[in-house]
């Protein structure tokens, strides 16, 4: 393969000329300072594993040592942490403050070739990724620092490496103020449900009382179907089957719109799959599954398994997006029939009474709500966005593909 002007052949690939291949015991070390709470009066903050954001390398909280009782290792402000526990989670963080953390979070620190931000942004490269996986353990996989300390990588000059700090910095900066402003606007939304949904707040034009009713006087609740294995993992078909599986798939939302397996006529008559119309409410009502409390809307007319339940509603009296965050406000939890394996009643579901407005302040409300929902939407689709853009600087910059100086 011919090597273009400023750059050079490697034993892991070409790189620029003025970049250098390191060992990673070459470019940082691994502390081994300890911290024993029950011998030192000393308080320190303290990082836990569950305080450390997966993939963001955010910091959620911290306890305080004096709160603990195992050992700790000590870390230093600017500092690298890397979760060696479980390391498929991508826990990292960049230190700010001083402290000491758990065992189970290797504590980096940077020599004279690698700046400590640059190290940070390298931790999350695949290569250190990959290699964090090739773990000891099964039930408790953890990253060996004896094979990761002998990966190749290659760096650049001290002063492109501050370049690119800054610039994934400026990104990383970018993605948490958007996130921040997510987290505002889905928390304006819910306290805007909470006095819609119940009357406390009427939206000009509308004086009308509102009525009691029962979900059962709106419309049905029905259970799914069995699915017999050899029916299941066709992609052709007129009417997408869901399971409760379905649900965690990232397009589906609010509505389900991506199933796992479609059947078609032939498959549906043979197995007496009912057929629940668009816009049906349909959620888990067997097992862990209902304590997540996710509730979906059928994109299209679809089927659905025994372990689910749809709730078909009346769309002459009821506006379907308003009953939806009606039915998403309830908590089916608390519903449970007590037995070896959790599961719902369709008719205590059936018994739950509120207020609802007339059909034209239902849809006034709805509209209000669903313009909020888009509104989030269209910011989720630009940090997705910023995401994508952080990881193609990351290919591009920690590989000397692209260069700012």
Not at 131 to 143: D, E, I, L
Request: one cysteine or more; charged letters at 25%.
């Amino acid at each position: 393969m011919e090597v273009k002007k400023g750059y050079k052949q490697t034993e892991i690939g070409i790189i620029p000329e003025d970049w250098e291949v390191y060992k990673i015991y070459d470019i940082c070390s691994l502390s081994k300072k300890r911290y024993n709470p029950k011998l030192s009066k000393e308080v320190y903050k303290c990082i836990e594993l569950e305080h450390l954001s997966q993939e963001t390398g955010r910091l959620l909280d911290y306890c305080f040592s004096d709160q603990q009782f195992s050992i700790k290792s000590f870390f230093e402000k600017e500092d690298v942490l890397f979760g060696k526990l479980r390391p498929y989670l991508k826990k990292f963080y960049y230190a700010e403050i001083n402290g000491v953390c758990s065992t189970e979070i290797w504590v980096l620190k940077s020599k004279t070739h690698i700046l400590s931000k640059y190290l940070y942004y390298l931790i999350q490269t695949k290569i250190i990724l990959d290699a964090a996986n090739q773990s000891t353990g099964t039930k408790m996989p953890r990253a060996d620092w004896n094979f990761i300390s002998n990966i190749l990588v290659f760096l650049p000059p001290l002063t492109e490496q501050t370049a690119i700090a800054n610039a994934l910095s400026d990104i990383d900066a970018l993605i948490e103020s958007l996130e921040k402003l997510i987290t505002k606007k889905c928390n304006i939304k819910q306290g805007a449900m909470q006095q819609l949904l119940t009357g406390k707040k009427r939206l000009p034009g509308f004086k009308s009382e509102w009525k009691t009713t029962k979900l059962s006087d709106l419309g049905f609740f029905r259970s799914g179907n069995g699915f017999p294995l050899k029916f299941q993992g066709f992609f052709d078909g007129k009417y997408p089957f869901f399971k409760v599986s379905d649900m965690n798939i990232k397009e589906n939302k609010i509505y389900l719109v991506k199933a796992n397996n479609l059947i078609d006529e032939d498959i549906k008559n043979t197995i007496y799959a009912y057929v629940f119309p668009r816009n049906t409410i349909v959620f888990a009502k067997i097992g862990a599954a209902i304590f997540l409390e996710r509730k979906k809307m059928l994109f299209k007319n679809s089927c659905i398994d025994n372990n689910m339940m749809g709730f078909v509603y009346n769309e002459n009296i009821v506006n379907s997006y308003y009953i939806y965050l009606v039915f998403h406000s309830i908590k089916l939890s608390k519903l449970i029939s007590v037995t070896a394996l959790p599961s719902l009643n369709a008719k205590d579901i059936g018994k739950i009474e509120f207020y609802i407005p007339p059909l034209p302040e239902q849809t006034a409300i709805a509209e209000v709500l669903s313009d909020m929902d888009s509104e989030i939407e269209a910011l989720e689709k630009k940090l997705d966005k910023y995401k994508k853009v952080k990881q193609g600087m990351m290919q591009e910059l920690l590989t000397g593909k692209k260069r700012l100086i």
